[in-house]
């Protein structure tokens, strides 16, 4: 049975590429839609046509700076969260951007699972949050993917040891699919694991 989870759009500004990168791998691992941008001043054009729930906006960047930017989204937006991300904090920019109504402001570099919790508190916020259920399945999925690629087995060799097909044990991993208990255990025996160990640190 299908999980229908409502799916976070978020944008990511930063002048950085490899920010920009690291953080919309991580977002995107997590189900979430992410648009970057390294040029701030394609940011209004964006929040025009985008409709976002979060947008993590650095501070310091070339042409127009972050505090700038986010005058000009919420002029556009007025309800979007914002993220401020910055190398360089000091009083007078945290004050400036809360005057804005950002929602957090973190320093880098940060920590992953700090920008995990800053964004399941913009969930929470918008009443996006996954329920316990769809997080267990998202944390099951996880379990089993990091099992199967430590035991280098293509999902293609999975499906042959398990019967089940390529696309139903795809979606089971990234959570879109609630696996039942028999395929669960037609899983863990083709990972030579336990059924507990599905569930370990859950």
Known sequence: M???????????????KAICEYVTTIL???????????????????????SYHLIILDLMMPKIDGIEVLRRIRK??????VVVFTGYPNLESAVATMKLDAVDYVTKPF????????VERVMLKKGLARTPEEQLHRLIGDRI?????DQKLTLKQMSKRTGLS?????Q???????????????IACALDARMQDLFADI
């Open 172 to 186: 089971i991993e990234r959570a879109e699919s609630s696996a039942s208990i028999p395929s669960l255990y037609k």
């Open 28 to 50: 995107e691992k997590d189900g979430m839609a992410v648009t970057s941008l390294t040029d701030p001043l394609q940011v209004e054009e964006e929040v025009r046509n985008g």
């Open 76 to 81: 556009l937006d007025s309800d979007v969260a």
């Open 166 to 170: 390529v696309s139903l044990l795809s």
């Open 2 to 16: 299908a999980i229908q989870v409502p799916q976070i759009r978020i944008l990511v500004v930063d002048d950085d």
């Open 145 to 149: 993917r990091n099992l199967r690629k």
């Open 111 to 118: 920590q992953v699972e700090e920008l995990r919790a800053v």
